[in-house]
Every structure is written in structure tokens, then in C-alpha cells.
């Protein structure tokens, strides 16, 4: 390796929320060893969630809450808008879109997910598919316009964008492919009334409709959907979910399979590179091998793979929850949440529920809190000892 390149005891590719978690978890081990961040983001790392929710919704919450102080906090060396496009395994290096070489000792792929976008103009800045801070200023932007806002997508960026933005008096209208808002998620009992709330809410549902295309057409954007049907709006959203950012990996030949394999260590096919978060495919001891795209995941395995780089030989065994809130209505889950799953759902009164999803043995595979706090550990036993009677799963979580 050339002496002028800069090299990093430790190298993360990616500024998120693993990236923050990791550094962490290699000072709770390592207090000298050098920590190096490459991010294509502008900004440094912050709480993604807190952009389609808290931001909006809690007059308290401003921005300065929402960095993670990761710099501060672990004196990692953060270099910003730093776009990596190849790793080097044999060198250990990597090499960045500005012509740069940073090298590594340990490298750490946290590079997350990327949204799914549907066709439409080039460049049109008022068509956003909501990702990162700096889409959180453009909507904030756009929606102070005062124009009509289209969203895209009855999933959780959809949902909490929408509900986010009727909450903030924007005229807003949600085209989702369900009859019923979350209808693939819920039972239909639970699906109601989470339409309901965004009935109650001001947003103007178009349910049953995909959108196959936005055009524009002078100052108004026209979203084409599959039945021929255009609607127009001044700005539109897409939340369509998102693939997780695995082109390094797969060019590195690292091993792949839905995301990026690891062990119960985090780490690779090459002992020398980790990866963890949304991109890691990791074998989750209640769940499986599985890939998680949540906060609850990042955070934990974050620090869980910044101890292994430093040197933790403690296998990682943290089994995620993930939540949405919406309305003032918060829901968390642990497993499998769809609505084919044979859900049992037991109705705890006061707008509570909890809803067990099942195999086709009848052994639950997920559950789901709905305004029920406190349950996460006891949601993790259920998935754990697999009972198939009925009246034993209604009586686990109360
Ligand atoms: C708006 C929003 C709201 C959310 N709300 C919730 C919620 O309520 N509940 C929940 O459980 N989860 C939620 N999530 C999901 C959660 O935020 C993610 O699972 C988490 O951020 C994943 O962390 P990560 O570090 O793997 O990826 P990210 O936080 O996405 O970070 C990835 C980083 O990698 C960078 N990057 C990518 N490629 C490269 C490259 N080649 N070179 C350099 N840098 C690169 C990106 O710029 C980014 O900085 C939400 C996500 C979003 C977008």
C-alpha cells in the first residue's frame, strides 16, 4: 500500500445509522484506533425516522435534534458528498467518484437502501422519492407552496408522509394499490380503522390504483395511473420501498443473497470487511436467515458490528422490532406482518389489539402491537415457542 494514502484502522462506506451506531461500538472497545466515514450524504449522520415523522409532527422536535453528534462523540473522521465506487479487497482500499484512495485495516459496508422510483421527467425537482434530510428540506419546501401534494405508496414512507403532511395543512392525496389503506399488513377489522385515521386526517385516499408514470405538463404534474385515470398535483412523493445498496459488494464479488451474507459475527465472505443494517443478510437466531430494513436493526447491529470489528467475539443475537406512527397511533412488530399470514387478532379494548400472525402448522411467525406498549420481549417469546393453540396464543399478550 502507497505511504500517502490515507489508511484507517477502521473504514465505514456509508454516513447513516449503522455508521453513527458502529463507531460507537468500536470505541466501547478501542479508544485509539482511527475511525474513517465515507458518505455520499451531505449531511452527517442523523435519526432518518425523525424526517417523515417527529420533524412534522412534534412542535418541540427541531432539527438540532436530529444529527447523532457522531463526530463529537467518537472523533471519527467524516468526509461528506464522498461517493465510494469500487473496493480494492487485494489492496485493501477504496476508491472514491473524486479520484480517491483510502485505505483500511477493517472495513465496514453500511451503505443502506436506496428508493424505488417510477417514471418521470428528468431532473423535475418538485418529484421526490423521500430518502434523506435533504428531501426533508425540498418537501418542507414544496408543501410551503401551498399547492396539492401527491403521494405515492400506501406503505410506511407513503402513510407517514401523507398523514405528515394533511397534519400540516397541506392538501394531500394518497393513491396506494390496496381496497383498504394497509389492507396487505392488517386484518380488515384493523385495516378500517387505520383508514379511517387518514380519512379523519384530511388526506384524499385513491385506493386500488397503482401510478405507472408522472408527467408534466407546463406547471402541474399529471400521475398516470394503471386504469388510464390522470391526477394532478403541484408536487408528488413516491414511496415505493426501497432495494437495499449492494453494487460494491457484488462488484468486490463479496457473497450475496438477497443482501450481503454475514455470520453471526457480522462479518463477510472477506474476514477484513463487515457489513450490517438495511444490506446485511444475517442470521437471525428466532427469525432466521433474514434482512431487516428498520432503525431497531441499525442501531443494534450497528453497535453490535463496530465491538466485532474491535475485536467482540460475542456472536451477535439481537432479534429486531420494527414501528410506524401515524396519527398519534404507533405500531411495532417483531417477524412476519401480512395479512395472508392466517392473522388471529386479539382485541384489547381502548383502540389496542394484538395481532398473531401463522404458518400454515398454526405456529405464529409475527405479531403485532397495535398501541401496546412494553410487549417487544413478550412478542420475541411467542416467536420463540411456536404454540399453536389458540387460546394459549390469546392469552400471551394482554
Ligand atoms: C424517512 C424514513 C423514515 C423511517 N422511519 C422508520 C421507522 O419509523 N421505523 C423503523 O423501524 N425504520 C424506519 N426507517 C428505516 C431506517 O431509518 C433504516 O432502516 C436505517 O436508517 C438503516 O440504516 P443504514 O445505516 O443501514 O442505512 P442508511 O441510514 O440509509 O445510511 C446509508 C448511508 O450510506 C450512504 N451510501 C450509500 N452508498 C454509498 C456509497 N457507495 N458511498 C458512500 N456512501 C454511500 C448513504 O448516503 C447513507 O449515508 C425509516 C427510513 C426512512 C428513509
Redesign the pocket.
Known amino acids: 500500500m502507497s505511504e500517502d494514502i490515507a489508511t484507517f484502522d477502521y473504514l465505514i462506506?456509508?454516513?447513516?445509522?449503522?455508521?453513527d451506531a458502529a463507531a460507537r461500538g468500536i470505541r466501547e472497545r478501542d479508544t485509539a484506533g482511527t475511525i474513517g466515514i465515507?458518505?455520499?450524504?451531505s449531511d452527517e449522520p442523523y435519526t432518518?425516522?425523525a424526517?417523515?415523522?417527529k420533524l412534522w409532527t412534534d412542535p418541540d422536535f427541531t432539527w438540532d435534534q436530529v444529527p447523532l453528534n457522531t463526530v463529537a462523540d467518537t472523533g471519527a473522521e467524516l468526509r461528506v458528498d464522498?461517493?465510494?465506487?469500487r473496493i480494492d479487497r487485494f489492496g485493501r482500499t477504496v476508491e472514491t467518484a473524486d479520484g480517491g484512495v483510502v485505505g483500511y485495516r477493517r472495513l465496514l459496508l453500511?451503505?443502506?437502501?436506496a428508493p424505488r422510483t417510477i417514471p418521470a421527467p428528468d431532473g423535475d425537482d418538485r418529484v421526490l422519492a423521500?430518502?434523506s434530510a435533504e428531501d426533508y428540506r425540498r418537501l418542507r419546501e414544496l408543501a410551503a407552496r401551498g399547492g396539492r401534494i401527491l403521494v405515492v405508496g400506501g406503505g410506511?414512507?407513503g402513510t407517514?408522509i401523507a398523514a405528515a403532511l394533511a397534519q400540516n395543512g397541506v392538501d394531500t392525496e394518497l393513491i396506494f394499490p390496496d381496497a383498504t389503506l394497509g389492507a396487505s399488513q392488517f386484518p380488515p377489522a384493523l385495516a378500517e380503522r387505520y383508514q379511517a385515521m387518514f380519512t379523519d386526517g384530511g388526506v384524499q385516499l385513491v385506493p386500488g390504483r397503482r401510478v405507472e408514470e408522472i408527467r408534466a405538463e407546463g406547471n402541474v404534474l399529471h400521475a398516470v395511473l394503471d386504469d388510464g385515470e390522470e391526477r394532478v398535483a403541484d408536487a408528488v412523493v413516491v414511496g415505493l420501498g426501497a432495494d437495499p445498496?449492494v453494487g460494491?459488494a457484488a462488484d468486490a464479488e463479496l457473497a450475496l443473497d438477497d443482501g450481503v451474507l454475514v455470520d453471526e459475527h457480522l462479518i463477510t465472505s472477506d474476514r477484513s470487511i463487515w457489513a450490517a443494517?438495511?444490506?446485511a443478510a444475517y442470521p437471525d437466531p428466532i427469525l432466521g436467515r433474514t434482512r431487516v430494513?428498520?432503525?431497531?436493526?441499525?442501531n443494534e447491529m450497528?453497535e453490535a458490528v463496530g465491538r466485532s470489528m474491535a475485536g467482540e467475539e460475542t456472536p451477535y443475537t439481537h432479534t429486531p422490532y420494527?414501528?410506524?406512527?401515524v396519527f398519534g397511533t404507533r405500531w411495532e412488530a417483531v417477524g412476519t406482518v401480512d395479512a395472508t399470514k392466517d392473522p388471529l387478532t386479539v382485541d384489547l379494548g381502548d383502540d389496542r389489539a394484538v395481532v398473531y400472525y401463522r404458518d400454515e402448522t398454526g405456529a405464529p411467525i409475527g405479531v403485532l402491537l397495535w398501541n401496546v406498549a412494553d410487549a417487544r420481549d413478550r412478542a420475541r417469546a411467542v416467536l420463540v415457542d411456536r404454540e399453536t393453540s389458540e387460546q394459549a396464543l390469546r392469552d400471551r399478550i394482554r
Open positions: 462506506v456509508g454516513g447513516g445509522m449503522v455508521a465515507l458518505s455520499a450524504d432518518r425516522p424526517l417523515s415523522k464522498t461517493l465510494v465506487t453500511a451503505t443502506g437502501s423521500f430518502r410506511y414512507i407517514e445498496v460494491l443494517g438495511d444490506i430494513e428498520h432503525v431497531d436493526n441499525a450497528g420494527f414501528y410506524s406512527q
